[in-house]
């Protein structure tokens, strides 16, 4: 019995909502999970296994952690199994008209599904990575489920849909407890996470991305931007430009050169 609720079983019924999005294809899903479910995650969601994954630290990204080659809880890994799933692949594929839509088979040993976030946290305006890690094949959709059962949207933590060039927030999500996001990845589709301030909760999320069989995989789409896809890395724009001259982080000039580089060649 699937654990999503029951009004999402048929996502072709929001195709035209999520098509006129801006400023990329997007749809809110509300209520996610069934409320029965989501209720019980308390019971399995307090685990705290922070010291077998990664932290982040940066001028990008701060007071970030996910699971990456961990055992996940088991409601939790549930949930990621279940957007994995064929029938919710072939759901998104009515959504979408990506009828080549595949989950990736790297799971979360090399793409992690469960984030946190901590006090003083953010995640800065970025575009993920372009490709599926095993194939190379295009990265076109992801969904992001909130988790955190009680929050208050005056600790931030919302995420944000950047313009084409990442600087600019076009439209701010409020972080909403059983609140699912799935939008169209493009090279463009520069999004992050604003500031947590005073938050007395963690703020967990689970994050599910899909990939495209076709090379070309927005060619039915009519963008606001370049549809054209080209190969990159996970890249961020940082505040200011001699950001990117600190040796620390020199990881996020390199990724921004390789993603202009390869803009222009495409």
């Known amino acids: 019995m699937s654990i999503i609720n029951d009004k999402y079983h048929n996502l072709s019924n929001f195709k035209n909502q999520f098509k006129a999005e801006k400023p990329f294809p997007h749809l809110i899903l509300d209520n996610f999970l069934k409320e029965d479910y989501f209720s019980d995650l308390k019971l399995d969601h307090s685990i705290d296994f922070k010291d ?15 699971s990456k080659n961990v ?15 064929d029938n919710w692949i072939e759901n998104l594929k009515s959504l979408t008209d990506i009828k080549s839509l595949f989950a ?11 984030h946190e976030m901590y006090k ?3 995640l800065g305006s970025h575009v993920d990575h372009s490709s599926d890690p095993k194939t190379g094949l295009p990265h076109v959709l992801n969904i992001i489920l909130y988790l ?5 949207n005056n600790w931030g933590g919302n995420t944000v ?12 999500i409020d972080y909403i407890p059983n609140r699912a996001v799935l939008f169209l990845h493009t090279p463009y589709s520069f999004h992050g996470v604003t500031k947590l301030i005073n938050n007395k909760n963690k703020r967990s999320t689970i994050y599910v991305d899909y990939y495209s ?26 505040p200011k430009t001699l950001d990117y001259l600190k040796p620390k982080n020199f990881y996020y ?7 202009i580089i390869n803009q222009i060649i495409k």
């Open 253 to 259: 000039l390199r990724t921004r050169l390789g993603y």
């Open 71 to 85: 055992n996940l809880p088991k409601l939790v890994s549930n949930i990621v199994n279940e957007l994995n799933s």
């Open 104 to 114: 990736t088979d790297v799971g979360n040993t090399d793409l992690a599904n469960y």
């Open 52 to 66: 077998k994954g990664k932290s982040f630290n940066s001028d990008a990204e701060k007071e970030k952690w996910i």
């Open 213 to 238: 069989e076709n090379k070309d995989p927005y060619q039915n789409y009519k963008l606001d931007f370049g549809n054209k896809f080209f190969h990159h890395g996970t890249c961020f724009v940082l």
């Open 161 to 172: 849909f950047m313009s084409k060039d990442g600087k600019k927030i076009i439209k701010e």
């Open 148 to 152: 955190t059962q009680n929050w208050n």
């Open 120 to 122: 003083n946290g953010f």
